[in-house]
C-alpha cells in the first residue's frame, strides 16, 4: 500500500492526504511544546487522549448545529476530516483570568471576568501569534465582516457547550482557543469550526480543588500530563474510571 502524501506537519499534528477528495487524515502526535516551542517533549500517549477528546467535542458541537471539520476518528491517533482554508487567526475565549491575560492586564489568575472575553491572534509561529485587533483583521483581509460575525457568534455558542459539559464533570472551563476553516460548497462557502479541542487548547481547572488537567501541567511542570488528561477523558465518559496496567489510555467505542 503506497504511504499518504504529507500535506502539513504542525507541532502537535500532521495531516495527509486524505481518501477522498475534499478530505485529509488529521494524526496526532505526542509531541507536546509550549512557549512558542521553546519547550519540547514527548509525552506518551497524548496524541491518543487529544484525538478521542477532540472526537468526543467536535461530535458534540456537531449535533447542537455548530460546523466542524470533523467527519469520524478512523483509529487511535487518526481522524477524518473535510479539508477547509483555514482562517488565519486563532479565536481566544476567556471566561477567568489566566496565562497572559493575567500577565499583560495584572488580573489574579482564576478571577471571573465580568463575561466571556473574546480575543483574537494572528497565526504566525515565527511573530509568536501575536494579539490583533478586530481593526487589523479588517485592514488586512484575513476575514470578513460577515465571517466575523460569524466566527464571533460560532465562538460563543462553543463557549456555552464546554462550559456546560465541563461543569456538569466538576471541572472549571477557564479559557480556550479554537481555529476556524472555510469549506467550499460549489460557489458557496461557509465556516467550520477546524484543528482540534482539546486539552492541549483549553484551561480546565478541578471546581473543587484547582487542579489543572489542561497544558499548564506542562508548561509549569505540575505532574504528569497524561494523567490530567486521562483524567478530563474519565470525567467526560470516553474512557474507563480505573486505568488499565501500564498507563496507557485505552479508548471505548
Not at 456546560?164 to 477557564?174: H, Q
Request: net charge negative.
Amino acid at each position: 500500500m503506497a504511504r499518504r502524501k504529507k500535506i502539513y506537519e504542525g507541532k502537535a499534528k500532521t495531516l495527509y492526504e486524505g481518501p477522498e477528495p475534499g478530505t485529509l487524515v488529521q494524526y496526532f502526535k505526542d509531541d507536546a511544546t509550549a512557549f512558542n516551542a521553546e519547550k519540547k517533549d514527548v509525552i506518551e500517549g497524548k496524541g491518543v487522549l487529544n484525538n478521542l477528546l477532540s472526537e468526543y467535542f467536535m461530535t458534540g458541537l456537531g449535533q447542537i448545529g455548530v460546523p466542524t471539520h470533523f467527519l469520524k476518528r478512523l483509529n487511535m491517533r487518526e481522524q477524518l476530516i473535510r479539508s477547509c482554508e483555514i482562517v488565519p487567526l486563532e479565536v481566544i475565549v476567556r471566561n477567568f483570568a489566566a496565562g497572559s491575560m493575567s500577565k499583560r492586564l495584572g488580573i489574579d489568575e482564576g478571577t471571573q471576568l465580568p463575561r466571556p472575553i473574546v480575543e483574537f491572534c494572528y497565526k504566525d509561529d515565527a511573530l509568536g501569534d501575536p494579539l490583533v485587533s478586530e481593526e487589523h483583521i479588517a485592514a488586512f483581509g484575513w476575514a470578513s465582516q460577515q465571517d466575523m460575525d460569524d466566527i464571533l457568534s460560532m465562538t460563543l455558542r462553543v463557549n456555552d457547550f464546554m462550559s456546560g459539559v465541563m461543569l456538569a464533570v466538576g471541572i472549571r472551563l477557564i479559557d480556550f482557543k479554537i481555529e476556524f476553516g472555510r469549506v467550499f460548497e460549489g460557489d458557496f462557502q461557509r465556516l467550520v469550526v477546524a484543528d482540534e479541542i482539546s486539552p492541549d487548547s483549553c484551561r480546565l481547572w478541578d471546581i473543587e480543588t484547582g487542579r489543572k488537567l489542561d497544558k499548564d501541567v506542562f508548561r509549569r511542570d505540575l505532574g504528569s500530563l497524561t494523567d490530567a488528561y486521562s483524567e478530563v477523558a474519565r470525567r467526560l465518559g470516553v474512557m474507563p474510571n480505573t486505568p488499565p496496567k501500564g498507563g496507557k489510555p485505552t479508548l471505548v467505542n
